[in-house]
């Protein structure tokens, strides 16, 4: 398992346990945009346990909570 991750930290530049975070987010990005799901399924989706963590994880990552990241780029 060390040397798992010590790999792919090597090659991924951050750990399995971010990438796949990161991963998670982009998903949910891709359905705020593209669905009208309500955000507390978009972070159960997602593979959040709850959405309080989801939004903290969305706002750290884009600057932005889900629901103003989504109503700015419908206005765009």
Do not use: C
């Not at 090597?10 to 705020?32: C, D, G, H, Q």
């Not at 939004?55 to 700015?72: E, V």
């Amino acid at each position: 398992l060390s040397a798992f991750k010590r790999d792919f930290k090597e090659v991924f530049k951050m750990t399995p346990s971010r990438w796949i975070k990161n991963k998670r987010l982009e998903y949910a990005k891709n359905l705020l945009v593209e669905s009208d799901l309500n955000i507390n399924q978009i972070a159960y989706d997602s593979g959040f346990v709850n959405a309080s963590h989801f939004i903290k994880s969305f706002r750290d990552k884009y600057k932005a909570p889900p629901h103003q990241y989504r109503s700015n780029y419908s206005a765009a």
